[in-house]
């Protein structure tokens, strides 16, 4: 497996030689109605990655008091708009806002986080982690496929994703008992951790040595970034936090916003 830190530098080179001899400007519009720190830090990534690869990136900041409706005509309006190429709500909504109504009417030819059910995209984190494996010649079929946790986001479209790449897909939640987890930790060969618990894998586990991991988690011990994994698991593979599949995540936005593009829409 690559370094994700250079496999993701090269392929924004890639992106950013591909975007430039385009005769046509890509745009992403991200819409934003909270205060949140976390979502301010999350947007500042994803405006400065399309900023890298040449993709114009604006960002529409409504006030936390915007009414479900003047949301909903922002979306309409965006879905019509010819010169947006994909945008992107971020969540989370105030709680005046049905935020399954608002991705439902994300129009699926736009929705490039894949939150729509009816998206041509699949949510980002997954759709990064099976374009990583896809580059690195990872060699799905018939492998054990284990993911921890059930998020619509992550570990449900995950599960969803191995199980077109033809793997054995066991997925687990938080009803599992812990001598199951040791179970399937124990014949898995490919196993995603998405719960937002650190230490929840450990060296007390045993491992396939031929087991890959990939850490969605992020956690914060005293300001410390960590996942879901202790560090240097017996394991072949092991993605880092930070530096991990937060990459690989954000990558994935750029890939679908040049799939829109590729579609002609
Ligand atoms: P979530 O809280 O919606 O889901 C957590 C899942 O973990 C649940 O489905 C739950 O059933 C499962 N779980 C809880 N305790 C468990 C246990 N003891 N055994 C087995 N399963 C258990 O969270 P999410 O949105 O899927 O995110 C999970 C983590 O990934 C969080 O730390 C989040 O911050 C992180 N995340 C990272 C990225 C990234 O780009 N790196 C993207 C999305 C989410």
Same mark, same amino acid.
Not at 67 to 70: G, P, Y
Not at 256 to 261: A, H
């Given at each position: 497996m690559k370094i994700i830190k250079e496999y993701v530098k090269n392929k924004k080179e890639e992106i950013f030689n591909l975007v430039k001899n385009l005769d046509i400007e890509i745009k992403l519009v991200i819409i934003q109605v909270n205060n949140d720190p976390a979502s301010d830090a999350y947007i500042r990534g994803k405006l400065k990655d399309l900023n890298e690869v040449g993709i114009k990136g604006e960002l529409i900041k409504l006030e936390v008091n915007t009414?479900? +409706? @003047?949301l909903l005509k922002l979306i309409n309006k965006l879905n019509n708009d010819s010169t947006v190429t994909g945008f992107i709500v971020q969540m989370p909504l105030p709680k005046h806002i049905d935020e399954e109504l608002i991705k439902r009417s994300i129009s699926p030819d736009k929705d490039v986080d894949g939150f729509n059910v009816l998206s041509k995209f699949n949510p980002a984190t997954p759709n990064g982690i099976v374009t990583y494996l896809k580059d690195n010649n990872y060699h799905f079929e018939s492998k054990n496929a284990l993911v921890i946790g059930r998020s619509n986001i992550v570990g449900r479209p995950m599960a969803e994703m191995l199980l077109k790449e033809n793997m054995n897909v066991t997925i687990l939640h938080s009803y599992t008992k812990k001598? +199951?987890?040791?179970? #399937? !930790?124990?014949?898995?060969?490919? *196993?995603?951790?998405? !719960? =937002?618990?650190?230490?929840?894998?450990?060296?007390?586990?045993?491992? /396939? @040595? +031929?087991? *890959?991991?990939?850490? !969605? =988690?992020? /956690? %914060?011990? /005293? =300001?410390?970034?960590v996942g879901d994994c202790d560090e240097n698991l017996n394991v072949k593979f092991q993605s880092p936090v930070p530096g991990g599949v937060g990459l690989l995540t %954000?990558?994935?936005? *750029? $890939?679908?916003? $040049? @799939? !829109? #593009?590729? /579609? =002609? *829409?």
């Open positions: 009414t479900q +409706d @003047e001598e +199951d987890l040791k179970f #399937y !930790v124990e014949h898995a060969n490919l *196993i995603i951790v998405a !719960v =937002g618990k650190p230490h929840f894998l450990t060296n007390d586990f045993k491992f /396939n @040595e +031929d087991t *890959i991991i990939f850490d !969605v =988690g992020i /956690n %914060r011990i /005293n =300001g410390k970034l %954000r990558l994935s936005l *750029i $890939l679908n916003l $040049l @799939e !829109v #593009y590729n /579609n =002609g *829409i």
